[in-house]
């Protein structure tokens, strides 16, 4: 168990720049979620994907940003036209329906919009 | 969603007990009381979670109210690494779907030497 992983862990960005971001899942968890968490904040749901399936999106997910799982392995986070309120710790987890549900956080990627 | 409420920190010395408190006044029949925690600069990380029983495991116990409108976490004996920022998450096993975690601002645990 290799854990959930995130990269890359950090990206300074200018404005109007896009920029993606990857999240490869514990192996075997079909879901998978992204939050975004600014400073001195729990964690905020964006979306979840069943495999390949998204499910659920929060209105906090713009149109400028758009989640992708084309296999139902890893998934990516793309930001369009970044702004700086963008700026914050983006957090992928995954979890198995299967067993507990326990979702299972990656170390995140901080991105700074300047 | 219904609503927990936790102090914005606490203290506790090393080696000794630490009672983290949740307060779920408007929690339902199906809501699972869940706690994640949170290391600086790490993602959150799974502790515990109960619906109406006491549990126990290797990080921490849960102790649940009998009408279940609150909770403690019970660190044993912390230590150093414990200090983090804890979240009391409340998650509806009735609602499919429903699957997303709704993170509160948590308690902020220092750990004093």
């Known amino acids: 168990d290799t854990g959930v992983s995130q990269d890359p862990r950090h990206k300074i960005t200018k404005r109007g720049q896009n920029v993606t971001f990857r999240c490869d899942p514990i192996?075997?968890?079909?879901?998978l979620y992204w939050y975004r968490q600014t400073l001195g904040q729990g964690p905020e749901f964006l979306t979840y994907?069943?495999?390949?399936?998204?499910?659920?999106k929060s209105r906090l997910l713009s149109d400028r940003f758009s989640a992708e799982r084309p296999k139902g392995s890893f998934s990516t986070l793309e930001i369009q036209r970044t702004e700086q309120g963008d700026s914050a710790m983006y957090l992928c987890?995954?979890?198995?329906?299967?067993?507990?549900?326990?979702?299972?956080f990656g170390p995140g990627t901080r991105l700074t919009v300047l | 969603d219904a609503k927990t409420t936790q102090p914005n920190s606490m203290e506790s010395n090393e080696e000794e007990p630490v009672h983290l408190p949740c307060n779920h006044s408007?929690?339902?029949?199906?809501?699972?009381i869940h706690w994640y925690r949170q290391l600086p600069s790490q993602g959150p990380e799974y502790v515990i979670h109960?619906?109406?029983s006491n549990v126990n495991n290797r990080m921490a116990s849960l102790a649940i109210a009998e009408d279940r409108k609150s909770s403690t976490l019970i660190l044993h004996r912390a230590t150093l690494r414990d200090a983090a920022v804890y979240y009391c998450?409340?998650?509806?096993?009735?609602?499919?779907?429903?699957?997303?975690?709704?993170f509160g601002t948590g308690t902020r645990l220092t750990i004093i030497p």
């Open positions: 987890a995954s979890s198995d329906p299967l067993g507990t549900d326990t979702q299972y």
């Open positions: 192996s075997e968890h079909n879901r």
């Open positions: 994907f069943q495999n390949e399936a998204q499910l659920e």
């Open positions: 408007t929690i339902s029949g199906t809501d699972y």
């Open positions: 109960g619906l109406t």
């Open positions: 998450i409340l998650r509806d096993s009735s609602n499919f779907g429903n699957e997303k975690l709704t």
